[in-house]
């Protein structure tokens, strides 16, 4: 059975810096992504990284996100740095074999609350 496991998430003050983790477990998958809603706002994806290490961003983070992957430890990061408040929300991991425009993911994990106060 697969299971993903977020953490880090809290509350931090604007410029501020934060590091999200995701564990999978009961499988491998060559792509892992991290998705955010925003209260009132659809959810958007904000990064993600295939097993060879190759990456995308959403425009609106560039240069501020990092996102990393352990496969040894079948593990997924993003570093946040220079935090502002229109980063606030749920961050969710993901995992595929490939990524989808739709957001349509083998599986979710429970997500984790981001709050940035201004």
């Known amino acids: 059975q697969v299971q993903l496991v977020e953490s880090g998430g809290g509350l931090v003050q604007a410029g501020g810096s934060l590091r999200l983790s995701c564990v999978a477990s009961g499988s491998t998958f060559n792509v892992m992504v991290w998705y955010r809603q925003a209260p009132g706002k659809q959810r958007e994806l904000v990064a993600g990284i295939t097993a060879g290490g190759t990456t995308r961003y959403a425009d609106s983070v560039k240069g501020r996100f990092t996102i990393s992957r352990d496969n040894a430890k079948n593990t997924v990061y993003l570093r946040m740095n220079s935090l502002k408040p229109e980063d606030t929300g749920v961050y969710s991991c993901?995992?595929?074999?490939?990524?989808?425009?739709?957001?349509?993911?083998?599986?979710w994990g429970q997500g984790t609350q981001v709050t940035v106060s201004s």
């Open positions: 993901a995992v595929g074999r490939y990524y989808s425009t739709s957001g349509s993911y083998d599986f």
